[in-house]
């Protein structure tokens, strides 16, 4: 039932502290985690000063309206694409205006969205001004233990992008 | 560490069932909880159909920017009021055009934000097409413990609002 425990929350401190030396800023655009990865964020103590915000869009219209993901990639790629999670880190980097955006987009069942993608596929992306990152994931599980996998694996790209 | 368990996903299920029984859907704007609500929410199987999105505004100028509350609120009456939690709540529903919008703004420290609000002040709202309803909660304890009543109670106030 958890979706981050208390390695998250330290990791997310780590982060924190690494963001407030380099004066750096962070926000999210979330699908499948809803909100998970930022509420990991926000239990850091002190969070504001480097932790913006975060838009949980669920559905495509809100991916669309308030994250500016196009309508054609939405109708050709799919949610869960590259194409479509690259726009929704670039568009919270946006709308938060902060250094850096992480968003994740992914099926975590127990149905499958009627796409070719598998139960368990989950799209990360970063955004930074300069480039954007993407990786793709093929997790196991229960719809909760894909949400904590997801959670997991954004700290860790977000990690390895500031040390 | 947890800022919600099984308890509230079982009452977040019930309100989905509620929710679709009736059509309507909701969507939430975050700031103590940073994102734990709507989280709660997504982790319903089939949420989509009924939960929209959420605006984690985890600062001031994304309160303004992204939900629309004045700077007149934010510099008078500050985050942590009526005013400004309304207004968040209202936002929200405008942004996700939702039937119904829960908004949370407080503090739950484990510093203060400087103004005479004790640690542990949270307002909640629910915004629906004909009215805006507040509630001022004092919540004692540790961080987390005053994001997971948070949590508690916002969902206690939408089931009262929906049944």
Redesign the interface.
């Known amino acids: 039932?958890?979706?981050?425990?208390?390695r998250e929350?330290e990791q997310a401190a780590k982060i924190g502290e690494a963001m407030k030396f380099r004066g750096v800023t962070i926000s999210?655009a979330?699908s499948?985690?809803?909100?998970?990865?930022?509420?990991c964020?926000?239990?850091v103590?002190?969070?504001?000063s480097w932790?913006?915000?975060?838009?949980?869009?669920?559905?495509n219209?809100?991916k669309k309206?308030?994250l500016g993901v196009s309508e054609e990639i939405l109708r050709e790629k799919g949610a869960v694409s590259e194409e479509c999670v690259a726009a929704m880190a670039e568009g919270a980097r946006r709308?938060?205006?902060t250094d850096m955006a992480v968003a994740v987009s992914g099926l975590a069942?127990?149905?499958g969205d009627g796409s070719d993608n598998p139960v368990g596929t989950v799209w990360i992306a970063i955004a930074l001004s300069y480039k954007t990152k993407t990786k793709r994931y093929l997790f196991k599980g229960s719809?909760?233990h894909i949400?904590h996998l997801t959670i997991m694996e954004a700290l860790s790209m977000i990690w390895e992008e500031i040390i």
């Open positions: 039932m958890m979706i981050y425990g208390p929350t999210t979330e499948c985690t809803g909100g998970g990865l930022s509420a964020f926000v239990s103590p002190g969070s504001s932790f913006k915000g975060s838009a949980v869009a669920y559905q219209e809100i309206d308030l709308i938060f205006k069942g127990p149905e719809r909760e949400r």
